[in-house]
């Protein structure tokens, strides 16, 4: 049997600027101890603008804590104004990268076919992408969050190499519990993290699918956390709002205690 080392990351969203943030970090670290790290992986996922901070003060106290950001440019270089490589969080030692957040698809109108671009392009640049998938509330009430959301999976992970895609973290998050208070039930999130796994399987192949960890995000607190972790397909946490309370994150990367 695979064993996944659970993820718990905290999407800072467009919170905290750059001096926030080591202070952030730094809070974080001074929180957490061994048994913790090698309990679990963790990261933060900031704003482009904190990135170089965040490294600094992570590689300068050699911590153990993980970093990336929250988007990326399907592109290398050129002409897109506003936009930031992979190459560029690359060069900041970047480990991860979200795609596809539900917040950029509603908001910047990603689409599948974008994010698996920008899949394709984190990979190119040896970024681990976060690829977030979920449905949103209409789905969830005409029960399709299953077909929903697997379409979304399939799409991101259009010729994805498996080399790649057994390295992929795959968030899945219902877009009506993120931000709302409303978290899923451990089985919403069985359910659906579970039908991952299996496409997954049928995508590429059951050995494959046993390494990808699969995080639920939306709405996670040190209340919920432990009900979720202990559901066998969830591999992990994004998480947002409680992310930003170092005290209340530590609680949630001690989900066992
Ligand atoms: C998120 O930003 O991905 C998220 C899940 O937010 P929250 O935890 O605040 O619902």
Excluded at 62 to 70: E, P, R, S, T, V
Aim: charged fraction near 25%; hydrophobic fraction near 40%; include cysteine.
């Amino acid at each position: 049997m695979t064993t996944r080392t659970p993820l718990m990351a905290g999407n800072w969203k467009m919170n905290l600027n750059h001096l926030e943030a080591i202070a952030q970090v730094q809070k974080l670290a001074f929180a957490m101890n061994d048994k913790d790290y090698a309990a679990v992986e963790v990261a933060v996922l900031a704003p482009f603008t904190d990135l170089r901070s965040v490294q600094t003060v992570i590689e300068g106290d050699k911590l153990k804590i993980k970093f990336g950001a929250q988007d990326l440019s399907p592109h290398d270089s050129g002409a897109y104004t506003g936009d930031i490589s992979g190459a560029m969080l690359a060069k900041l030692n970047c480990a991860y990268v979200t795609v596809g957040h539900s917040e950029r698809r509603e908001y910047h109108g990603e689409t599948d076919e974008l994010c698996n671009a920008k899949v394709k392009a984190a990979f190119k640049h040896g970024l681990t992408p976060i690829l977030c998938i979920g449905e949103g509330l209409d789905v969830r009430k005409a029960g399709n969050q299953v077909a929903y959301t697997l379409a979304q999976l399939d799409g991101g992970l259009k010729d994805v190499p498996a080399e790649q895609a057994e390295t992929i973290v795959i968030a899945y998050e219902p877009v009506w519990a993120i931000g709302t208070g409303e978290v899923a039930t451990p089985e919403d999130a069985q359910e659906v993290c579970g039908a991952i796994r299996g496409r997954l399987a049928e995508l590429y192949s059951q050995e494959l699918a046993d390494k990808v960890r699969i995080q639920y995000g939306g709405s996670v607190k040190s209340g919920n956390v432990a009900a979720i972790m202990a559901q066998p397909d969830v591999d992990g946490a994004l998480v947002g709002g409680a992310a930003l309370d170092p005290e209340e994150f530590v609680k949630i990367v001690r989900f066992r205690d």
